[in-house]
């Protein structure tokens, strides 16, 4: 059994996978951070140098890998469930759990550093024109999660604990 989390950029996804791994004593990956390891570049470095598209088969050959282990907190890309391959190994004796949060909850968030770590918020347009609308194109996507917690007006802790208590009814 492994939990994975998807949602958007700033949507809390690591720190709380982080977390929740750490409780239930499983290990916890995070697909972006994995894929910076083996290429020993930073993520907006591979956008710049090799494309979104070379980005998108980094996280298909990342997911693929990581798909197969076992008791496991895996935390995606924003984008990474957009893909039905992706989605189709993601889910294999998996929860999914989407981390829900507002436009503007998620700008917040991702504010706190500085934006150039996400290329795709480089984009001429706001960043919450961005987010709003790759939130718009993913919604139905990100819906398809064995579990949707909404986020806003939630601490890390009353997340976590949300989620430990949601696998706790699983298992
Ligand atoms: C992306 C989100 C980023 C990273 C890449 C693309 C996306 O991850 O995978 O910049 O498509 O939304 P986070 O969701 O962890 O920021």
Redesign the pocket.
């Known amino acids: 059994m492994k939990l994975v989390l998807i949602g ?2 700033g949507s809390g ?2 720190t709380i996978g982080r977390r929740v791994a750490k409780e239930l004593n499983w290990a916890f990956y995070d697909v ?1 951070s994995e894929i910076e390891r083996v290429q020993n570049l930073k ?1 907006p470095e591979i956008f710049a140098l090799k494309g979104e598209g070379k980005f998108r088969s980094l996280e298909k050959e990342m997911i693929q890998k990581l798909s197969q282990k076992d008791k496991v907190v895996l935390s995606t ?3 990474a469930p957009c893909s039905a391959e992706n989605w189709k190994a993601l889910s294999q004796e998996a929860v999914i759990l989407w981390l829900k949060a507002s436009p503007k909850q998620l700008l917040e968030r991702v504010q706190k550093k500085p934006l150039e770590v ?3 918020l480089k984009q001429g347009i706001s960043p919450l024109e961005v987010i709003t609308q ?1 939130l718009n194109s993913r919604e139905k996507i990100y819906k398809k999660a064995d579990y949707i917690l909404e986020t806003d007006g939630w601490t890390i802790p009353e997340v976590c604990q949300k989620i430990l208590d949601l696998l706790r009814t699983k298992t």
Do not use: A
């Open positions: 958007m950029m996804k690591s972006d993520i890309g924003g984008g996400r290329p795709l790759l």
